[in-house]
């Protein structure tokens, strides 16, 4: 690592030169810095928020899934089995999932022998159970915060090794240089905690900068982790997937999925108004035949609680929709009520599988809090921790976004397709599909720490960056960024506008989705966006910075949403389509709520964007690349390894 300095336009901005620069400090980003030192990679760098203010180290669920190749009893796998699993969801290009699934277990071990106390038995094997779209027990958990202590492992071994680590830092630009097939990365700009500009040259950046969080008005992302892909689409990075994101029932105030359990010991659920106190009531048996029908959807939102399209009519994911309409389209609040049945409740009425269930749990107790207390106890803890006590209050809720199948489009090294040197890991890599089992993404993390720190090891050790070509970007970018924030632009709120395209988010671009609705709001995004490029907070630089990302990202977004729903994809994954040639989901809820039916040809295919930072944006299908089925056969595969060729390896 090596430090200068350079002045422009009378200010000192400290650049530092470093072979690797790391972006994040979640479990992807973690890992890959203790990877690259594994692999014989000296200068690294990590920059970051803060150690503690990522995704991954503070959200969790009632039973955090990891998933990993099966490790116990006859249950047969392998990676060509469970690469199939993750390929029928659809929309994943194949190779990505062979690699996912081919370095799973060692990426599992590696956890393991880092300290993460995850379950096995008496004789070593790991235990397992099913997750969802898992046709076999490859899921594990260590409890509610499974990737709290993954990360908490990470950061103890990256602080063994010595990697240096620069908290405080919010990066607000990469730096590019070339064009076309020649465009790589070379560095990023960011501010420190007192919102001083620093420079950073790089021969390769990991982007390791999570979901989308700060997309959305509802979402159980931590308030923490806003998200950073809107600096490489700014940069041009081309994206994959993005419309396909997940959504379910989530606490509000203490932002926490309320799945698993909470659901399972069946709760009332109640809305008001405003205040939060008037007008009191059960919303839900209205849309129900009976109340013994009703509940049983509830218990099924344990299992199942992503919202779910194929689960809407007649499924589950009616309760998702009707926390909507009180929501969003009434204008209420809703909450979920432990400490009484809903009314008229019994045993006998449920279905029997939720009534083996509970029986099977020894849960067949008077109210809904008892029965937490009996399954689950941390559940109840989990809340009061953070100052809310199910036991004497209702729980508010809201259906929110939780996670992105979609992100960047990386090869099977997790580089870049579009510009080299940029690896983006973990949920800012669109490597998913349109369905993903339950705790895939945490694998998918620790895989890309594997790949990108073995490619780069092999393949760019070298330094490349010319630096007589590299300073005028940065010095130029340096320059044009303090003119931007000296400009005489109009002076914005930073929270009102956040506030404004996270609404516009939440309204057009979430889980119910409309073409009319859409075609309203890209124009208004870009309108947006304009506005805030221009202008800026004068007292919160950061967050004006941020919000510039941000709202170029959800602009993006948008219009990806809208390709895709032109396109006649319809409903699909995590969101529906609505509109007047849609088929009735319910009976009892109206012609608005008739749903465009899935084009299930799309499965097929992958959805590429790439934008440009005037706003154009070019989204086209491609077909996805299917299952491998490489020569396995021991000498051959050998002498690949032995000289390189592997790495050859480009989709």
């Known amino acids: 690592m090596q430090e200068q300095t350079i002045t422009i336009s009378e200010k000192m901005i400290p650049?530092?030169?470093?072979?690797?620069?790391?972006?994040?400090?979640?479990?992807?980003?973690?890992?890959?810095?203790?990877?690259?030192?594994?692999?014989?990679?000296?200068?690294?760098?990590?920059?970051?928020e803060g150690l503690e203010k990522g995704t991954s180290i503070n959200t969790g669920s009632d039973k955090q899934t990891y998933y990993k190749l099966s490790l116990c009893g006859a249950d047969t796998d392998a990676p060509e089995v469970m690469a199939e699993t993750y390929f029928a969801g659809g929309s994943m290009h194949g190779d990505l999932a062979l690699v996912e699934a081919g370095l799973s277990a060692r990426a599992f071990i590696?956890?393991?022998?880092?300290?993460?106390?995850?379950?096995?038995?008496?004789?070593?094997?790991?235990?397992?159970?099913?997750t969802d779209h898992d046709p076999r027990q490859r899921a594990t958990s260590i409890g509610p915060y499974t990737s709290r202590e993954m990360c908490r492992a990470l950061i103890r071994r990256v602080r063994e090794l010595g990697i240096p680590i620069r908290e405080g830092r919010t990066v607000v630009q990469l730096l590019t240089l070339g064009e076309d097939e020649e465009k790589r990365v070379i560095g990023a700009l960011a501010l420190d905690a007192g919102e001083n500009l620093e420079a950073y040259c790089a021969e390769n950046v990991i982007f390791a900068v999570g979901g989308p969080g700060g997309l959305y008005k509802t979402s159980v992302y931590p308030d923490v982790h806003t998200g950073a892909i809107g600096l490489a689409l700014l940069a041009g990075a081309k994206a994959q997937s993005l419309p396909e994101s997940q959504y379910g029932l989530a606490?509000?105030?203490?932002?926490?999925?309320?799945?698993?359990?909470?659901?399972?010991?069946?709760?009332?659920?109640?809305?008001?108004?405003?205040?939060?106190?008037?007008?009191?009531?059960?919303?839900?048996?209205?849309?129900?035949?009976?109340?013994?029908?009703?509940?049983?959807?509830?218990?099924?939102?344990?299992?199942?609680?992503?919202?779910?399209?194929?689960?809407?009519?007649?499924?589950?994911?009616?309760?998702?929709?009707?926390?909507?309409?009180?929501?969003?389209?009434?204008?209420?609040?809703?909450?979920?009520?432990?400490?009484?049945?809903?009314?008229?409740?019994?045993?006998?009425?449920?279905?029997?599988?939720?009534?083996?269930?509970?029986?099977?749990?020894?849960?067949?107790?008077?109210?809904?809090?008892?029965?937490?207390?009996?399954?689950?106890?941390?559940?109840?803890?989990?809340?009061?921790?953070?100052?809310?006590?199910?036991?004497?209050?209702?729980?508010?809720?809201?259906?929110?976004?939780?996670?992105?199948?979609?992100?960047?489009?990386?090869?099977?090294?997790?580089?870049?397709?579009?510009?080299?040197?940029?690896?983006?890991?973990?949920?800012?890599?669109?490597?998913?599909?349109?369905?993903?089992?339950?705790?895939?993404?945490?694998?998918?993390?620790?895989?890309?720490?594997f790949r990108a720190a073995e490619y780069i090891a092999n393949r760019y050790q070298a330094w490349t960056v010319d630096e007589a070509a590299a300073l005028p970007v940065v010095e130029q970018a340096v320059s044009d960024l303090l003119a931007s924030l000296s400009a005489t632009g109009p002076v914005l709120d930073w929270q009102a506008e956040r506030l404004e395209f996270q609404s516009r988010m939440s309204r057009a671009g979430a889980h119910i989705r409309s073409v009319a609705e859409l075609r309203k709001a890209v124009p208004e995004a870009w309108a947006q966006y304009r506005r805030v490029a221009q202008g800026v907070d004068p007292a919160n630089l950061t967050e004006s910075l941020r919000n510039r990302q941000l709202c170029f990202a959800h602009a993006v977004y948008l219009r990806a949403l809208l390709f895709a729903l032109e396109s006649g994809v319809g409903s699909r994954g995590s969101s529906i389509v609505v509109g007047p040639d849609g088929v009735a989901i319910h009976e009892k809820l109206g012609d608005a709520w008739c749903i465009v039916p899935e084009d299930e040809s799309y499965r097929e295919c992958v959805l590429e964007t790439v934008a440009a930072p005037d706003g154009a944006v070019t989204s086209r299908w491609v077909l996805r690349r299917p299952l491998p089925k490489p020569d396995s056969w021991f000498e051959t595969a050998w002498a690949k390894f032995r000289n390189g060729e592997i790495y050859s390896s480009q989709e």
């Open 251 to 449: 606490s509000i105030q203490f932002r926490w999925n309320v799945s698993g359990t909470y659901m399972q010991v069946i709760p009332r659920f109640i809305s008001t108004e405003a205040d939060g106190v008037s007008d009191a009531r059960e919303f839900m048996p209205d849309y129900f035949d009976s109340v013994g029908e009703m509940n049983s959807m509830v218990f099924l939102k344990g299992y199942q609680w992503p919202f779910d399209s194929r689960k809407v009519s007649g499924g589950s994911s009616i309760v998702d929709i009707l926390v909507y309409i009180e929501t969003v389209l009434k204008g209420r609040r809703a909450f979920l009520d432990f400490r009484e049945n809903p009314a008229d409740f019994s045993f006998e009425a449920l279905s029997d599988e939720a009534r083996t269930y509970l029986t099977r749990s020894e849960a067949l107790l008077e109210t809904p809090i008892a029965r937490l207390q009996k399954m689950n106890p941390g559940a109840i803890q989990l809340y009061l921790d953070h100052g809310i006590d199910v036991t004497q209050e209702p729980l508010e809720i809201a259906v929110c976004a939780q996670h992105n199948n979609g992100g960047l489009a990386g090869n099977l090294w997790w580089e870049s397709v579009n510009v080299k040197h940029l690896f983006p890991l973990g949920e800012v890599n669109g490597s998913h599909g349109l369905y993903r089992p339950g705790g895939s993404a945490l694998n998918s993390g620790q895989v890309a720490g």
């Open 110 to 130: 590696h956890l393991v022998n880092l300290g993460v106390p995850f379950p096995r038995d008496a004789y070593g094997q790991f235990v397992g159970y099913k």
């Open 15 to 48: 650049l530092t030169r470093i072979h690797t620069l790391v972006i994040g400090s979640g479990a992807a980003g973690l890992n890959a810095a203790v990877q690259l030192r594994a692999n014989g990679v000296e200068d690294v760098l990590i920059i970051s």
